[in-house]
């Protein structure tokens, strides 16, 4: 057994050593925390990139995404071809109250569509306002933080590539029209000009 009142200077010793450390609680909502950029806070959809093609929806652990579309059908692109079809997005709506913040559905979309945000400030007092309509989930897109930058012995991505051998192809394309109309207009104007002397 110890001396009587030990336990009491124990406690006040604890007491004397927490007061003069720093403190470590957050004053949120004065003061906003400073969050590493890929936190997960909530999910962004950039909808031009997404094809209906449900792999998010499907592997979902928790069946939050919900996703309606239908199919429409596009002429060919060439006399004679066939027609295609491609599918347009009706709703796309990720539910909040059930996502367990996983990342699967981004980690899974094979097209670069759904992003993390590191924003966390969309509580709400009604259950059913966490799910996230289509509109909402492009808002947050803005809130998406810049990728960070490449190593400097990094391969170049590839839609970089892919974007650069495009806009290398139209500008070569370009090129010839321009080339090719401009032999024209001046085989033309020798043409008027032979007929000319001819009168
Ligand atoms: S983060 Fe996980 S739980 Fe949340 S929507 Fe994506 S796959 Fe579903
Ligand atoms: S996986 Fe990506 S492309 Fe496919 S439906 Fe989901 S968000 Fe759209």
Known sequence: MGLPGSGLAKGLAVTLRTMTRRSVT???????PELPARSRGVIGLFEENCTVCMLCARECPDWCIYIDSHKETLPAAAPGGRERSRNVLDRFAIDFSLCMYCGICIEVCPFD????????EYAET???DL???RDKLREW??????????DDAAEEPKEIAAARK????L???????AESASGESASGESAAGEGGGDA
């Open 26 to 32: 957050a004053h949120y909502p004065d003061v906003q």
């Open 113 to 120: 569509a759904l992003f993390w945000s590191p924003e966390f």
């Open 126 to 128: 009604d259950i059913r």
């Open 131 to 133: 799910t996230h309509e």
């Open 141 to 150: 897109m803005w809130t998406v933080p810049e990728p960070p930058p490449l």
């Open 166 to 169: 495009a806009a290398d192809k």
């Open 171 to 177: 500008a070569a394309a370009q090129a010839a029209a």
